[in-house]
């Protein structure tokens, strides 16, 4: 990913116009490994296998440390 700089702002005459700066990506362009790139499918399957597996570890971890607190002895 690259980002815009003053220069090609100015370049532009200053226009902030999105088209400018992003480029579309084509379908095969999209799912390169070479490159990294991913389809918007593709990107929101990964995001949500992702997103379940950090719940589940979150949860895991809320749990080890409820059972932590509980096994603590109250201070006197």
């Known amino acids: 990913m690259e980002l815009s700089t003053l220069e090609s702002h100015l370049w532009e005459s200053a226009n ?3 088209p400018l700066y992003v480029k579309r ?3 095969n362009a999209a799912n390169d490994k070479t490159t ?3 389809s918007l499918r ?3 399957d ?3 296998a992702y997103g ?4 589940q570890q979150t949860d895991v971890l809320v749990e080890t440390l ?3 607190h509980a096994s603590e002895a109250p201070d006197a």
């Open 36 to 38: 990294g790139s991913m």
């Open 66 to 68: 409820d059972s932590l």
């Open 16 to 18: 902030l116009s999105i």
């Open 25 to 27: 990506i084509t379908v």
């Open 42 to 44: 593709a990107a929101w």
């Open 46 to 48: 990964r995001w949500e």
């Open 52 to 55: 379940r597996a950090l719940s």
